[in-house]
């Protein structure tokens, strides 16, 4: 196990490497594309950290992501450009809107939590919709002033700059998640996913353990909102629309619910495959796209990082 906990980090390592140097391989417009897809993946982290650790399968985690995302156009707009508080403010809002929320929340379960949260995403889109004298409405947010990484430093105006920016802030808030699914916490919380009524028995409080990770995984939607408007400088309320929780949640299972790394994964590979069949084959982009759902339930339970899991235990068990 540790071998393998080695070989995956030297592998991750390599991923972020590689990463890290596509700047000086692709064009600014593809550049811009990943920054957008960068922040997709942090939210589809926030869903797996749900979905996965607690497991509570989410359709409304682009509540969360765009309160942060309108706190920082609100920021912006008032002439606040730094990147550590957009981040830290946004992570905030979105943190308390949870927070608030989650008390009810999380006393549902299953089909029933699905259907709420989004039920609580979908008001938030017709809010962000209506509320024009901060979204918009249909015509977006109008062009914002690019963020600066921080005090002294020259503004984000460059795709590479704002690419290598977004990468980082992603990175980083990813091997926080992961830290915090490993912790004692993160422990408990997975005992609840496993067996909630032993858990109550031995009286753990199952309540504040999952509204905690409801709150936490919030706040990594919000950074993501945060992210998508210094990758866009302009956003609309589609950004928060139904068709944003399908997609991510898809990317989740296709990139594996127990993997933060699998959910970033994903999220890359379903929005490329939108972008390519809307290019290529108008008008068939969801049965593309529902096609691959289905084959990725029954041929990867555990998407892809459960393959590449199970491939890397069997080379062990061949090895010894």
Known sequence: MTRLLLDTRVWTALAVAALAALPFAVDAYTLSSLSGIISLGLLAVSVAVLTGTAGLPSLGQVAPYAFGMYTTVVLIRAGVTEAPVLLLASGAAAAVFCAVIGPAVV????????????????????????????????????????TVPFWGLEPLVDEPAVY???????????????????????????????????????????GAYLLGVFVFAGMIAGIGG?????????VFPSDVSFSISALVLMAVVIGGAASLGGAL???????LLRDWTAAYLPGQGPLVLGALFIAAVYLMPGGLAGVLERIGLRRRKEAT
């Not at 939590?113 to 995403?121: C, P, S």
């Not at 004692?184 to 005992?191: A, D, E, K």
């Not at 945060?226 to 302009?234: A, E, F, I």
């Not at 994964?265 to 929005?271: E, P, Q, T, Y």
Request: aromatic share 6%.
């Open 107 to 146: 006393r549902t379960r299953g089909v029933v939590f699905l259907m709420l949260t989004l039920a609580v995403g979908e008001l938030t889109a017709q809010a962000a919709q209506q509320w024009k004298a901060v979204s918009g409405g249909t015509d977006g947010s109008g062009r914002l002033d690019p």
């Open 164 to 206: 290598w920016y977004c990468l980082a802030v992603a990175v980083v808030v990813t091997a926080l998640a992961g830290w915090a699914a490993r912790s004692t916490p993160g422990s408990l919380v997975r005992g609840v996913r496993d067996n909630e009524a032993r858990m109550r028995a031995d009286g753990h409080r199952v």
């Open 226 to 234: 945060s992210l998508l408007v210094t990758s866009q400088r302009m």
């Open 265 to 271: 994964v994903g999220a890359g590979a379903v929005i």
